[in-house]
């Protein structure tokens, strides 16, 4: 069983930065896509980015140009870095795996999830 493990949330003022980071138990295996995920209180859990192991990314609309995914390889942590923080991206961020090789922005599209860190961003 993979266990995912999330890090570095946090309390931030609007306009700063947090970077998160994700990292699976043991190897994934060559082709994979690990992807963030946030639910803020009352509201569903919606897709944020995702990176494929062969560096592809996603990102939803309202953080393109402020988020950025990033992993070196496949034995090092994903990372999220945010930056530009908005009150609106204070939710639970949630980090997901699954060994398919296409990017999916739909949350029953992965396997193993992490226990979820909390980012609360104040105006």
């Known amino acids: 069983q993979v266990q995912v493990v999330e890090s570095g949330g946090g309390l931030v003022q609007a306009g700063a930065s947090l970077r998160l980071s994700c990292a699976a138990s043991?190897?994934?295996?060559?082709?994979?896509?690990m992807a963030w995920f946030r639910q803020a209180p009352g509201k569903e859990r919606e897709f944020v980015s995702a990176?494929?192991?062969?560096?592809?990314?996603d990102y939803v609309d309202s953080v393109k140009g402020r988020f950025t995914i990033s992993r070196d390889n496949a034995e090092n942590p994903v990372y999220l870095q945010m930056n530009s923080l908005k009150p609106d991206d204070t939710a639970v961020y949630y980090c997901?795996?699954?060994?398919?090789?296409?990017?999916?922005?739909?949350?029953?599209?992965?396997?193993?999830w992490g226990q979820g860190t909390q980012v609360t961003v104040s105006s």
């Open positions: 997901a795996l699954t060994n398919s090789a296409i990017l999916n922005r739909r949350a029953i599209a992965y396997d193993y």
């Open positions: 990176v494929s192991s062969s560096g592809a990314t």
């Open positions: 043991r190897h994934t295996g060559s082709t994979y896509v």
